[in-house]
């Protein structure tokens, strides 16, 4: 008989994901924990010196990350250093803390993708406001139009298209500048397009194509899902990028510039998937099972 795997999903706000996720573990013999990282903490009279709710005597088999949470700087780094721990005490964590770092801070995912060859829009991510907008000012000069995005920002929330390459506005102080890519669809429709390819275990597992009639194309600003079949370079790029960042699975944001030349805007590591799972037969959440039971179980072996 299976031995019965204890584990987490880790969310502030058990949503969708989370009931998708806990039915799919419970069918692979798993016992679910639904908990949030803000309940976790450091505590050296602890044997392993920290206190997951529930878990006072054993450690989980694997941690799911969903959501790390809204908060302040300390408070976000606080529940990165909850991960940092569980790795250090070589729990599989899905993705793990390292790949999770490396997306949420999108200069860190834009400097490995430019470095490692995968082409990305240009960017310049200065602190000084004298030098952002030097930058935009070449960018007029060549007539090309910017896009300021927050550094760990998400859901299209908070960015601003400077059609002028005029900065009214800094966020958190620092300048996440890109050269904003005309997308605008050459159909009838004329709506503005990106994609979004789900990649779990190097395998592209759904993708789409979100067109919204404004030029952010997250589902959360109002785009439409509609499923492609990604070709040849898209189905590479994807991979190759959720590779660089050793994701166990990642939801890559690729977008189609005025030449029709594909370039990647991010790499999520907590991707949600509810709108792509509208446009596949596939279960999506039983796939992520799968695989992170398939991590847990290489652990161990
Ligand atoms: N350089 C760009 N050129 C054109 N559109 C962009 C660019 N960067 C982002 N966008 C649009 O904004 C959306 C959100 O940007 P993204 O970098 O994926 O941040 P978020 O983490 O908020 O999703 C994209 O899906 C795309 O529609
Ligand atoms: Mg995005």
Request: net charge positive; aromatic share 8%.
């Amino acid at each position: 008989m299976k031995k019965i795997k204890n584990v987490i999903i880790f969310s502030n706000n058990h949503d969708w994901h989370s009931k998708q996720l806990k039915k799919e573990l419970q069918k692979l013999s798993c016992k679910v924990f639904y908990r949030s990282l803000e309940d976790c903490y450091i505590n050296t009279s602890l044997k392993k010196k920290i206190y997951i709710p529930g878990f006072e005597q054993t450690l989980p088999d694997g941690c799911f990350v969903r959501i790390i949470g809204k908060g302040s700087f300390e408070q976000i780094t606080r529940r990165l250093t909850i991960l940092h721990v569980l790795k250090a005490l070589k729990i599989p964590l899905f993705n793990d803390i390292d790949c999770i770092e490396k997306t949420t801070d999108k200069s860190m995912t834009t400097f490995l993708l430019s470095y490692f060859g995968l082409k990305t829009p240009l960017t310049w991510v200065p602190e000084k406001k004298r030098i952002a907008k030097e930058i935009l000012q070449k960018q007029s000069k060549k007539k090309l139009i910017s896009i300021l995005k927050p550094l760990f920002g998400s859901q299209g929330k908070r960015i601003k298209i400077l059609k002028n390459n005029k900065l009214n506005e800094s966020l958190d102080n620092v300048y996440y500048l890109q050269n904003f890519e005309n997308n605008k669809s050459r159909t009838s429709e004329k709506n503005w397009e990106d994609y979004r390819i789900l990649v779990c275990h190097q395998k592209v597992i759904a993708s789409i194509k979100r067109t919204n009639k404004k030029e952010l194309t997250n589902i959360s600003q109002g785009a439409r899902p509609i499923k492609i079949n990604p070709n040849k370079e898209m189905v590479k790029i994807a991979i190759k990028a959720s590779s660089l960042v050793k994701a166990d699975y990642a939801g890559v944001d690729i977008i189609k510039d005025k030449n029709e030349k594909l370039k990647i805007l991010e790499i999520n590591s907590i991707p949600a998937w509810k709108g792509l799972q509208k446009t596949t037969k596939k279960n999506i959440a039983a796939i992520l099972a799968k695989a992170f039971l398939k991590k847990i179980n290489k652990k161990k072996s």
